[in-house]
């Protein structure tokens, strides 16, 4: 009995999840900046369950590309709904002036993607999948 | 006396030229938008002790507004609250209160968009979402006014003073608390920031981004999330500014991210987690600065090449210098360090056998950082003196082969 709780506290501590970003504390891993931003932090997840916080999209997408193997989750915040982390599958990006980004690109996440035209007026509205198309 | 009397008349033509129009309870004005619907441009709106709810108020003609005793301008946290699509407007005087919160929009008490030769002076701010926000607008000088946010921890929090592709800005003599940043520059050239204090801010006192040949001097900066940030930058100059108390596990006096050919001169960081931190920054000249009490003095992680470290006092630091690589292209000389050991024996002024800044431990603490619970243990001052002796991870060139005997003035 004991040996399988021991067993299960040491699954549960592996377990793949996201964690809570600490606005105000933590750092962003690729630029060390302090997130602030709830619409507009990151985070992925490794297949060892190591998460890894940035303060803004462009800053994850950058940091991906040093990276050998995909993680296994990759979240962003959007501005419909600030404060809660989306898989970047479900999320809709948009490049624009109108909603200034934390590191300068201006990219910003939406949950809803006739929200994200209908706000900034601009097209395209893209997914992740063709994120380098648009982000150098 | 003619001069005298051309002054005079000079005066005259400008009081006769230019009119004033009263804003008070009971005078002709009693808003202050309709008082500057009917002036003139280079009319001066002088307005009286009060209470006037505004949002929105936009200024499209050059203008002096100017209040007496301290009238209040409250924008009831409807959005804006004054607007500024005009060059040459002084705003002087007033007590601006509660500004709107957005995600999408980014409100200020007092925004500017392509306006040029503003002058915004003495006002105080409280509980802003963003307090001064100018964009694309030059020449323009910030003076005296004090910022307050709402002091929240999350994202009800804006910047304090915040420029956006401006050049020749001055901002001097503001006091900046309870925001995201205190001063936050993105893609501003040429600008001084003189004589400010930042403190209690989320994120940084004061941030630099995309921002060349900008000064900062005098400054006071303490209790933020994290000091200074200057990222992505050339040119900057920082001169005689105060950093203290900034402490935190991710937090620093000053981080330098990616920046190019900048002097850092006759600073003091007091009592910071770490008070330098460096990455990927070079051709840096620090001179002349104090390191008092900090858990690092400067801690250089990813490649800093050609940066040079002279006449420094660093005094009682847990960590003086920390690398994370075995090369070394920065020179470290003439600084007095509180924990040199060596002799002087010829009686120059500078010990005779060279100082080795980085601890070995200071590897460990890099890669582990709950290994800091060790930091006083007499097997951590063995593995120290055996890398002093022989050293294996530290960059054996890194080290001051003219390290001073007293502390350094200047």
């Known amino acids: 009995m004991k040996n399988w709780l021991l067993i299960l506290i040491v699954l549960a501590a592996c377990e793949v999840k996201p964690v809570e970003i600490n606005y105000g504390m933590d750092q962003c891993h690729y630029c060390s900046m302090t997130i602030v931003d709830q619409s507009h932090s990151a985070q992925y997840v490794t297949d060892k369950g190591k998460p890894f916080k940035f303060d803004a999209i462009e800053c994850m997408f950058r940091d991906l590309r040093n990276l050998e193997i995909e993680p296994v989750m990759m979240l962003v915040s959007t501005v419909d709904e600030p404060g809660k982390l989306t898989e970047v599958s479900d999320a809709y990006f948009v490049i624009s002036e109108k909603i200034p980004s934390p590191m300068g690109a201006n990219l910003t996440a939406f949950t809803d993607s006739t929200e994200a035209a209908v706000y900034t007026g601009q097209i395209p509205v893209f997914k992740w999948q063709t994120m380098s198309n648009y982000l150098k | ?410």
């Open chain 2, 1 to 410: 006396m003619s001069r005298f009397l051309g002054i005079l008349t000079c005066l005259m033509i400008s009081a006769s030229v230019f009119g004033q129009i009263e804003v008070c309870s009971d005078c002709q004005f009693k808003t202050v938008p309709s008082a500057i619907e009917s002036a003139s441009p280079h009319d001066t709106v002088l307005v009286h002790k009060g209470i006037y709810p505004i949002h929105n108020m936009v200024i499209t003609k050059p203008i002096t507004l100017r209040g007496l005793n301290r009238p209040v301008l409250d924008g009831e946290d409807k959005g804006y609250i004054v607007k500024i699509l005009s060059d040459s407007v002084s705003f002087t005087g007033f007590d601006i209160r509660r500004v709107g919160i957005s995600h999408t929009e980014d409100y200020a008490a007092i925004y500017s968009f392509r306006a040029d030769y503003l002058e915004i002076s003495d006002n105080h701010l409280e509980d802003v979402f963003f307090g001064i926000r100018l964009e694309k607008s030059s020449n323009v000088v910030v003076k005296d006014n004090i910022v307050k946010g709402r002091f929240s921890r999350e994202f009800d929090s804006g910047n304090g003073i915040h420029l956006w592709h401006c050049k020749n800005a001055r901002v001097e003599g503001n006091d900046l608390s309870g925001l995201r940043d205190g001063i936050y520059f993105e893609f501003v050239d040429d600008s001084y920031v003189i004589a400010n204090r930042s403190h209690h801010n989320t994120r940084y006192g004061l941030h630099y981004m995309f921002s060349n040949d900008d000064d900062y001097l005098d400054n006071y900066f303490y209790n933020n999330g994290a000091g200074v940030a200057v990222m992505f930058s050339k040119n900057i100059k920082m001169i005689n500014n105060r950093f203290s108390h900034n402490w935190g596990t991710s937090s620093y006096g000053l981080l330098l991210k990616e920046i190019y050919d900048a002097e850092i001169k006759m600073n003091l960081f007091e009592k910071n987690t770490v008070a330098i931190s460096v990455d990927g920054s070079s051709r840096i000249y620090y001179r002349n600065n104090d390191f008092i009490q900090n858990g690092w003095a400067i801690r250089v992680t990813g490649g800093c090449y050609v940066n040079q470290f002279t006449s420094n006092n660093f005094i009682s630091n847990s960590f003086d210098v920390s690398y994370n690589s075995k090369l070394n292209d920065n020179l470290f000389q003439g600084n007095f360090w509180s924990s040199y050991s060596g002799y002087d024996i010829d009686r120059d002024g500078w010990g005779d056998i060279p100082y080795r800044p980085v601890k070995l431990f200071s590897y460990v603490v890099n890669r582990t950082p709950e290994t800091i619970v060790l930091l006083r243990s007499f097997f951590i001052d063995i593995i120290n003196f055996s890398e002093r002796v022989t050293p294996v991870f530290t960059p054996d060139n890194l080290m001051d082969d003219q390290p001073s005997m007293k502390k350094i003035k200047w």
